[in-house]
């Protein structure tokens, strides 16, 4: 199954982005926050990355270099979760590595969508 | 497939308040002399959180509302801008006003936009930006095109960020028919060939009707900044120019919109006081420490265990087994102890969680009284019963309210009295014994004695004749109706109240108690039991009737010299211990029982305390001392006097749990108002 690590510091948008996942048949893992989520990341081979950018401890930004550096992630499609506001933060965001970016707030079926166009 | 996102909305409500709570606590923190960036950032991912979280649930007015904090807290995070404490101030009226907002969402009831748009429009003037900036998208009219010539010359990294262009083919492919020309002439050679580099161009030619510009942008959104990409429209030469306007609306669409203004969330003006009114019933949920989980499972293990050891020496039980069955009951009792020691933690928070609004208030309240006050709070890691918690936080709130308004005096009266221009409020937490103890204490004027006295004779509640010790004076501010305060102030009002907050304290099983020196400052403390579900309980006999005294109120127990006793006429009589006399109730004459004996000297006396004041309980034997689970009369029944409720003992008997501040009270209207002896 394919399997997805939803990094997020927000307990709700993780519950309502791995409930969506887990909905359309895919198998999650969750993160509070980039450290976790590289911990997570090392400990199952996770498909995708969905990460928010803001968070306590390290940022998505910092956590998508960091994985970018783990053999099994080098080329995992990574998407960061970022609000219209942070232009900069794409810009950011794609030279530490990431695929690309999800603009919140995002419904369940765009979140969908969006992650169907990346795993094919 | 559609998903309900209502169902993830008290979490939402949840981490929320939480994050208002972060933003408060920081904000309160930062000083002129302070600015830590580590608390800045704390407070803009709180407000962040909230936003995001806020939109994606559709609640628009909290999110837009929350845009502009956030947008002024970025620029003070990336130090683009100075915080000065008039953003202090309007960034913490905004955690007011997000909490107002939320909370009318939560109770679904319609909540007065009035104050966060009047808050938006000081945010804006900060950011200098005007209201109506906010352009909606108008629909661009866009040229028909009957298909796109796309040109992509690959950025050589876009392979390491995770992009595989096959994958843009495919979506291209699904809006239309797609023809692909690859140029290779960038290929190196095959010594200088890197694996994971992107060295190819495409040439793609998409056939399709309906797609926009915007549909194909999408696609390749991610790589736009990498790639070279050139988009040509192919047009149809044959379609008329009017056919052009029918298809606009449809390139609008597809532009994805800021979340619009949820004009029926917040239309209906009509503020808190519905709020109040019609608020939902608690959803009663808690968090609860995975550590407290784990220790509880384990104890279920162990239970099994036991279970199945005392399983098998029941299955053939021979009486030289004895000793192993008293073993295993000893075991059961030792687990069942501990797992229900384990669960009541379940149910133990923090204090903090009622301390953490009282800096704000401190400081608020200070600045409307033009006083100078230091709060410091000690103790706020101490666990107390969540019900206990919801309860206690309104007295804490009247004392705290009190100690500012009525202790503290004011800068000038403090210098005069030769003590620093800034007072010092003091609050703390402790356990002691099986309660838990919080204090307020204040470096402020005291109560006055004389006042309090001259004002007790006047309203009639103490006798011309009567002297009372300095307890006795302070306590009187207790009593109803009890003010001495000159002039009303509508911060802790006219004495309304502390005979409210000591019923409120008593209703939870406590009491609350007052010292105060006049000139150096008072203290009062509530003492709390650590939980309303159990109790430590001694079990006492009167004739065929077994009650509980709580463990805690019990001062000691005595066998009776009469020489020690006095008769007063009309009234009860009075034991006198040590230097005290204290008045003697008999049980068996309060409940109507049968005791072994009537006289004194055959019975025990069981001196038991409330509120400082004692009385001695006449009962025939003290039984053992156990925990017991309270089971309340008045739900089952209805509330007597002098009692508290009731439990299951051991043998399946009902037996009665007292109320000691009820029997204090039976007491007292029965004794004369306990003297000191000479």
Redesign the interface.
């Given at each position: 199954m394919t399997k997805i690590l939803a990094v997020d510091d927000s307990a709700s948008m993780r519950q309502m982005i791995t409930f969506t996942l887990k909905s359309a048949g895919f198998d999650v893992v969750e993160a509070c926050d980039g450290v976790e989520g590289v911990s997570q990341a090392r400990q199952h081979k996770c498909d995708l990355v969905l990460s928010d950018v803001n968070m306590p401890n390290m940022d998505g930004i910092a956590m998508t270099r960091e994985l970018r550096t783990l053999s099994d992630y080098k080329y995992t499609p990574i998407l960061m979760l970022t609000t219209e506001s942070g232009l900069d933060k794409k810009t950011e965001g794609k030279n530490a590595g990431a695929t690309g970016w999800i603009v919140k707030p995002f419904k369940p079926d765009q979140l969908l969508n969006t992650i169907k166009k990346v795993l094919g | 497939?559609?998903?309900e996102?209502s169902?993830?909305?008290q979490?939402?409500f949840?981490?929320s308040f939480e994050g208002l709570d972060v933003m408060e606590s920081g904000l309160m923190s930062l000083g002129p002399a302070n600015v830590d960036n580590e608390i800045i950032n704390?407070i803009?991912?709180a407000a962040?959180?909230i936003?995001?979280?806020s939109?994606?649930?559709g609640f628009a007015s909290v999110?837009e509302f929350t845009?502009v904090l956030?947008?002024l807290l970025?620029e003070i995070r990336s130090e683009t801008r100075v915080m000065t404490p008039e953003m202090v101030d309007l960034l913490l009226e905004s955690v007011d006003c997000l909490r107002e907002l939320l909370e009318g969402l939560q109770a679904e009831v319609p909540v007065d936009s009035a104050r966060a748009d009047g808050l938006r429009q000081k945010f804006e003037a900060i950011l200098d930006i005007s209201a109506d900036a906010v352009v909606s998208e108008t629909g661009e009219v866009e040229p028909v095109a009957i298909g796109w010539q796309i040109k992509m010359v690959g950025g050589e990294d876009i392979?390491?960020?995770?992009?595989?262009p096959?994958?843009m083919f495919?979506?291209l492919s699904e809006m239309g028919e797609l023809t692909i020309t690859t140029d290779f002439s960038r290929l190196p050679s095959f010594s200088a060939l890197t694996l994971?580099s992107c060295y190819l161009s495409w040439q793609l030619t998409l056939m399709a009707d309906g797609i926009t510009r915007a549909d194909v942008d999408e696609v390749f959104?991610?790589v736009v900044?990498?790639c070279e990409i050139t988009i040509e429209p192919i047009m149809d030469e044959s379609v008329p120019v009017a056919a052009e306007q029918v298809a606009a609306p449809e390139a609008s669409e597809s532009v994805?919109e800021?979340?619009p203004v949820g004009a029926a969330e917040c239309a209906v003006p009509a503020g808190l006081a519905a709020l109040q009114t019609q608020k939902k019933a608690e959803p009663g949920s808690i968090r609860v420490d995975i550590d407290k989980i784990d220790t509880l499972i384990n104890m279920v293990g162990e239970l099994v265990i036991t279970q199945s050891m005392l399983g098998q020496i029941g299955a053939d039980f021979t009486f030289d087994k004895v000793s192993k069955l008293q073993e295993g009951l000893q075991d059961l009792e030792r687990n069942v102890q501990v797992l229900h020691e384990s669960v009541m933690q379940v149910r133990m928070l923090p204090i903090s969680f009622t301390f953490n609004r009282f800096p704000r208030m401190v400081r608020d309240l200070s600045r409307q009284l033009n006083k100078k006050i230091d709060l410091v709070v000690k103790g706020e890691q101490t666990e107390l019963d969540k019900t206990v918690m919801e309860k206690i936080g309104d007295p804490l709130v009247h004392l705290l309210r009190n100690s500012l308004d009525h202790g503290i005096e004011t800068p000038a009266e403090r210098v005069k009295a030769g003590k620093p221009e800034t007072g010092v409020v003091s609050l703390n937490a402790f356990h002691q014994g099986g309660n838990i103890i919080i204090q307020i204490n204040d470096d402020g004027a005291g109560l006055p004695k004389e006042k309090i006295l001259a004002k007790a004779r006047k309203n009639g509640i103490i006798g011309p004749g009567v002297v009372l010790s300095d307890e006795q004076i302070n306590d009187l501010i207790f009593q109803p109706g009890f003010s001495t305060a000159e002039v009303v102030s509508d911060v802790s009002g006219r004495g309304v109240g502390m005979d409210v907050v000591r019923r409120n304290v008593q209703e939870l099983g406590g009491h609350v108690s007052v010292k105060s020196i006049e000139g150096v400052g008072s203290t009062f403390s509530i003492s709390l039991p650590l939980t309303l579900a159990i109790l430590d309980g001694q079990l006492v006999r009167v004739g065929n009737q077994v009650y509980i005294f709580p463990l805690v109120s019990i001062v000691e127990s005595l066998s009776v010299d009469m020489k020690q006793v006095s008769t007063v006429a009309g009234a009860c009589d009075l034991l006198r211990l040590r230097e005290e006399y204290i008045p003697i109730i008999p049980l068996y004459d309060a409940f109507g029982i049968e005791p072994d004996s009537r006289n004194l000297e055959k019975s025990l006396i069981v001196v038991v305390e409330s509120e400082n004041a004692k009385v001695g309980l006449v009962v025939d034997e003290l039984q053992a001392q156990q925990q017991v689970v309270i089971k309340s009369l008045e739900t089952n029944y209805q509330s007597v006097e002098g009692i508290s409720g009731a439990t299951i003992l051991g043998d399946g008997t009902v037996s009665l749990i007292l109320d000691i501040g009820g029997i204090v009270i039976i007491g007292q209207t029965t004794a004369p108002m306990q003297i000191k002896a000479a």
């Open positions: - | 497939m559609t998903i996102l169902q993830f909305f979490v939402f949840e981490e704390s803009f991912r962040h959180s936003k995001g979280g939109a994606t649930f999110a845009h956030e947008t970025d392979l390491r960020t995770g992009n595989e096959i994958r495919t979506q994971d959104e991610w900044d990498e994805q800021v979340a």
